[in-house]
């Protein structure tokens, strides 16, 4: 089990002295950079990468809040001319798995048909999974909690959406899975046994403290434990990011990863 590291790529090189494995950086944050920034930003990746440290394999935060995904502003043109710039850029980075999140750009606006609105994300998430498949990415869609936006808040409605995101497409049509945040998990009191037989779909992990988002700590393995050891039973073979909020960033993220080897340690049993 690969462990990573949630935040800005200006943490790159702090990550790999702190010894994670990876790091998952911010998809809008990197289409917004100007060329000579992302140039700058490869180079540091390219520099950074060894044996023991992928770079930026990860990235999360896909789409901006303003790109409206569903409602009456949806515009799939306006998506597409996003990926076209943003996907070659993780591509030259090595991103293998996108998180497809975005609470703000995809919140259904109020007063919509929430049936619209579902129709309207499986079709951006449909394109978003095609286009990324070109540069061998694939995506993961995330779960959030009610506090942060109006649909997928549980893994369940989310398999769900895959599912209806796949229905009648060619078999060999790239589909997004599951991107799991075990914060959101537990912030929707969503029971692990529940959501067990779905791991099979999940591409990507979240973790961070269940109540406060913090970092985890010793706390938090047994429950860590029964995750990794639910996605081992499951074949899994994706990554494990801690995300985060930090008081202090390069204190959390030392503190932190020794709680996450302790619980990926299952996978050797």
Known sequence: MKLGLCGSTDNLRLAKAIGYDYFEGSASAIAA????????????????RDDA???????????PGDLALVGPNADLARVQAYL??????????????????????????????????????VNVARLVADEAAKYGIRVGMEHLNTGETNNLNTVAE????????????????PVPGITMDTFHVTK??????????????VY???TAHPISRAIVTMEDLPYLCAVMGGLMAAGYTGRFSLEAAFRDYAAGAAAALPVLR???AVWEL
């Open 158 to 173: 989310t398999y769900a959406f895959t599912k209806d995101a796949a229905a009648g497409r060619a078999a060999d049509a």
């Open 262 to 264: 302790a619980a990926a």
């Open 33 to 48: 950079m100007t060329e000579e920034d992302f140039a700058a930003l490869a180079a540091e990746n390219d520099a950074v």
């Open 84 to 121: 076209d710039k943003l996907l070659p850029r993780l591509e030259r980075l090595g991103v293998e798995t996108i998180v497809f999140g975005s609470g703000g750009a995809r919140k259904c606006p109020e007063g919509f048909d929430e049936k619209t609105a579902w129709e309207q994300l």
């Open 53 to 63: 440290f992928e770079g930026v394999k990860v990235c999360n935060g896909l789409f």
């Open 188 to 201: 929707e009191n969503e029971p692990l046994a529940k959501i067990l037989p779905l791991f099979g779909a």
């Open 204 to 206: 990507h992990c979240h």
